[in-house]
């Protein structure tokens, strides 16, 4: 059983910055694939960003790409969303999610088997 709290979330004004931080417990982490995603209010859970079990590969969401950077620290066992150039559309709550039967980065929420709580994340204007 993997357990995923994220933390980090806040308010900020656009074009500021935060930094999204999600610890893992169970399981062998080093061995999953990481994703981050967000939700909005009246909208789909959407992909954000995944980074491969080694690290060496990651993948976002167009909409994010150039200013979000996802990272991950298998000492730690946390992975992590660099948010920068934040834009009101960003407000959503942003979920982790572990793969823990492939090590490729993927965008459907369905390849992931575990998620965290949710971290709020608000952007004002």
């Known amino acids: 059983q993997v357990q995923l709290v994220e933390s980090g979330g806040g308010l900020v004004q656009a074009g500021g910055s935060l930094r999204l931080s999600c610890a893992a417990s169970?399981?062998?982490?080093?061995?999953?694939?990481m994703g981050w995603f967000r939700q909005a209010p009246g909208k789909d859970r959407e992909f954000v960003a995944a980074i491969s079990w080694s690290g060496a590969s990651t993948y976002y969401a167009d909409s994010v790409k150039g200013r979000f950077t996802i990272s991950r620290d298998d000492i730690r066992k946390t992975v992590n969303l660099q948010m920068n150039s934040l834009k009101r559309e960003d407000t959503a709550v942003y979920y982790c999610?572990?793969?823990?039967?492939?090590?490729?980065?993927?965008?459907?929420?369905?390849?992931?088997?575990?998620w965290g709580q949710g971290t709020q994340v608000t952007v004002s204007s």
């Open positions: 169970g399981g062998t982490f080093s061995n999953y694939a």
């Open positions: 999610a572990a793969d823990t039967t492939g090590r490729s980065t993927k965008r459907y929420a369905y390849d992931y088997a575990y």
